[in-house]
């Protein structure tokens, strides 16, 4: 996840090309709706997305938690910030949650799938928030 991170900030969206699967097994959502429904959406998509959202700053908490599943599979889940850059310049910023199915294959780990979840502006810090009465 450290890699992926490292490559989308350092070569924007066209990194997740690399880092996702991109077989008809592969899917994405993000805050509850399906944005690629298979590689071939995936590849289509982030291709668009280079032109509208060249740069990505991409970074991965240390919360990062992979659940071994089996010797090629493993759930990874973890907070995320990123700050994107638009292609007029325009900045936002987004954070939440990621979690995911990771693949080994070919000798290098892909995420098979994966779901984003942004925590939204008016959202109350539940991590920061007292735990309730036993």
């Known amino acids: ?76 889940g973890a907070s995320y910030q990123e700050l994107q850059t638009d292609a007029q310049g325009r900045r936002h910023e987004d954070h939440g949650y990621i979690t995911a199915l990771a693949e080994l294959k070919d000798g290098a780990w892909k995420l098979r799938n994966a779901h984003w979840s942004s925590v939204p502006p008016s959202a109350p810090d539940i991590a920061a928030a007292p735990s309730p009465a036993k």
């Open 1 to 76: 996840m450290a890699q992926v991170a490292r490559e989308v900030s350092r070569d924007g969206p066209v990194a997740w090309k690399r880092a996702f699967q991109d077989g008809p097994q592969f899917f994405m959502a993000s805050d509850g709706t399906l944005v690629f429904r298979d590689g071939t959406a995936m590849r289509s998509g982030v291709d668009a997305l280079t032109h509208t959202l060249p740069h990505i700053d991409l970074r991965f908490g240390d919360d990062l938690r992979v659940d071994p599943v089996t010797p090629t599979l493993a759930a990874v």
